[in-house]
């Protein structure tokens, strides 16, 4: 009986363990993915605030970032990724997979827009802050948890 029970918890361990590695290496490339775009729009934000001089071709790579992000990030979000790792993936993306990814078809659109409208500190300053709002605002309360 003890054995039964030693084996049934070690095969229970083992599953599970293959389960977790499934899902956090999505959770950790998605992470990873938004740390980039988080950087990316800290590059952005010190040529806006003029704390880094404007550089057209720095300003056009912020939107190239976000562009491939959005082209990413739809499919890191298997099933068995809804918890751990740290995620702060709100279970409404699972429950509205379609508005998701429509809310990231629109947010890769905008990007590569922008990358072509970007021609001077002021394009880009406008660009930017729309961007801030209408995108990575509007699916961050929609999609994303605050972690506390
Ligand atoms: C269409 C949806 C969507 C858009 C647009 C979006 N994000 Fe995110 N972002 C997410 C989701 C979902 C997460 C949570 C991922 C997780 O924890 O699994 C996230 C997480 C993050 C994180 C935290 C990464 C970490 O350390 O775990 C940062 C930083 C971030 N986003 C920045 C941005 C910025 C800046 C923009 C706009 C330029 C943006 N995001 C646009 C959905 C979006």
Known sequence: MIVRTAVCAALAIALGASAVIAQSKAIAERKEIMK?????????????????????????????????????????????????????????IWSDMEGFKAAMAKWGAASKAAQTSVKDLDSFKAAFSAMGKDNCGTCHEMFRISKN
């Open 36 to 92: 980039g775009v988080g950087a990316a729009a800290k590059t952005g934000a010190a040529m806006v605030r003029g704390s880094a001089p404007y550089d057209n071709a720095k300003a056009v790579q912020v939107f190239v970032v976000y562009a491939n992000a959005a082209e990413k990030m739809p499919a890191l979000f298997p099933d068995d990724s809804k918890t751990g790792g740290e995620t702060t993936a709100s279970p409404k």
